[in-house]
């Protein structure tokens, strides 16, 4: 059974670069924390190490793809790792990957759109995250980095908050110069690099001996995450047209309900008229240790709303009504699953205490067992004091647009959405390539058609 360790008093954190594993410090030999300078020449220092030792291509061996068994079935993973714990070698590098702070990908592609940076945060190559670790940083070739996150530990919203305090922390430091290289800024130690590298611990390779058997499951994970990678169908855009100004003022609705409603309708027009079940995570952090409730988005109301804005012969007014009733009722079930009183977390403890008490329950497994054809998020942004506003001079392009996550139904959608700022919304959408009923692509034009359409409609009601 998995469990989740913390560790009290990490100092380093693990750098993968074309499959080349090393420990890096994140102190030197007195104990003094390592500059954003000392970072980067350490890590160039592993670039041209690796790269001295030949091609990419020249690293295809099982040895630099044991990442990969972080990605695979549970059950196969815990047992190759046993077997790979009997070796000293692979014992000293699994506890050096698993006591580190975080991992890092140096990723050597170079993605230009949104979709394609955020495919790279996911997967890399297949090969070169350790998955298991709470967050990994994908750093591209061009500078972009993303996010690879591991899910048991927290959600979103925690993530969010990392990124909001660290994106502004190091503007305001400025700590680049004008060719994007660190400089001393922002720290308190101005020694020349000559005196600085003399007390800095060098970065340490770290090595796998893999068996043949072992070899085996590693090529058959890493395939298997390219497969899934190339079966990742994933958008990522920034609506502006409007934002919560108008949603709050001019059409008088609830940001998140107008966006879910929407969702549902754009799902109505990709479907040929089909409405599907609808997953919303609901923050439980009033409670101590809470992480999430489900709002169940698919109501008896919602389905009139959406046929009722699709109709062509229903009168504007009599449409508005019949959204605006659907969109209040998710409101307050939104605040009712964040008060404690959903159901899905009660239904799915039930059913774990049937387990561990031998017991069936056919009502608990049909009840788990209906797919959620719509998975969705929203993210809440501006947590942090300080942080990026869309809105301000100078300010947009330079905030996190937000994180995305792969369909749960492989007939079916995630979409993960962030209102920000006066007139933003960043919308990430997910299907499989494989299934031929969804594309991305579609889908999140169909919202967009939705939004544009829905605001001329209320307007013209309520003017």
Not at 67 to 80: E, F, H, I, L
Not at 170 to 179: C, G, H
Not at 321 to 329: G, I, T, W, Y
């Amino acid at each position: 059974m998995d469990r989740i360790d913390h560790v009290e008093q990490s100092r380093h954190i693990v750098v993968c670069y074309q499959g080349c594993l090393f420990k890096v410090n994140t102190v030197d030999k007195h104990r003094k924390r390592v500059t954003p300078l000392d970072f980067q020449r350490q890590l160039q220092n592993i670039i041209d190490e690796v790269d001295s030792m030949g091609s990419e291509n020249d690293r295809q061996e099982a040895r630099f793809k044991v990442p990969a068994m972080t990605g695979t079935d549970r059950n196969v993973w815990s047992r190759v790792r046993l077997q790979m714990m009997e070796d000293p070698v692979n014992k000293t590098t699994l506890k050096t990957i698993e006591t580190a702070l975080f991992w890092v990908t140096l990723n050597t592609a170079t993605p230009s759109s949104k979709s394609q940076r955020a495919k790279e945060s996911f997967l890399s190559n297949g090969s070169d995250v350790w998955f298991e670790k709470s967050f990994s940083l994908v750093v591209c070739a061009n500078g972009y980095v993303g996010m690879s996150c591991e899910h048991a530990w927290g959600d979103g919203p925690v993530v969010g908050h990392l990124l909001e305090y660290t994106l502004p922390h190091e503007d305001y430091l400025t700590i680049y110069n004008e060719e994007g290289d660190c400089t001393h800024r922002g720290s308190s130690d101005k020694l020349p690099w000559t005196e600085r590298r003399s007390s800095l611990l060098k970065p340490a390779p770290l090595h796998w001996n893999v068996t043949k058997d072992v070899a085996v499951e590693v090529n058959r994970a890493s395939e298997m995450l390219v497969k899934a990678k190339d079966d990742f169908d994933f958008v990522v855009t920034v609506f502006t047209d409007f934002g919560k100004d108008i949603i709050t003022k001019k059409l008088k609705l609830s940001p998140d309900s107008f966006v879910q409603m929407a969702i549902q309708t754009a799902y109505y027009r990709d479907s040929g008229g089909k409405s599907a079940l609808t997953y919303e995570s609901a923050a439980t952090r009033l409670f101590r240790n809470g992480r999430t409730e489900t709002i169940r988005s698919l109501s008896q109301e919602s389905v009139v709303a959406v046929k009722a804005m699709e109709s062509t012969d229903m009168p504007y007014s009599d449409r508005y009504k019949l959204l605006k009733k659907a969109a209040d009722l998710h409101q307050v079930k939104g605040r009712e699953a964040m008060a404690g009183y959903g159901i899905d977390r009660h239904l799915f403890a039930l059913y774990v205490a049937c387990k561990g008490l031998k017991k069936n329950s056919e009502f608990l497994q049909q009840a788990l067992s209906y797919p959620w054809t719509l998975s969705t998020s929203q993210q809440p942004p501006n947590q942090v004091s300080g942080s990026f506003y869309p809105d301000k001079p100078g300010h947009y392009g330079r905030q996190c647009l937000g994180g995305g996550f792969a369909p749960v139904a492989d007939d079916g959608y995630g979409i993960s959405y962030q209102i920000t700022g006066k007139c933003r919304i960043y919308l990430h959408v997910s299907s499989k390539v494989s299934c031929k009923k969804t594309d991305s692509t579609r889908m999140m034009q169909h919202i967009f058609d939705v939004f544009n359409e829905w605001r001329t409609l209320i307007e013209e009601v309520n003017s």
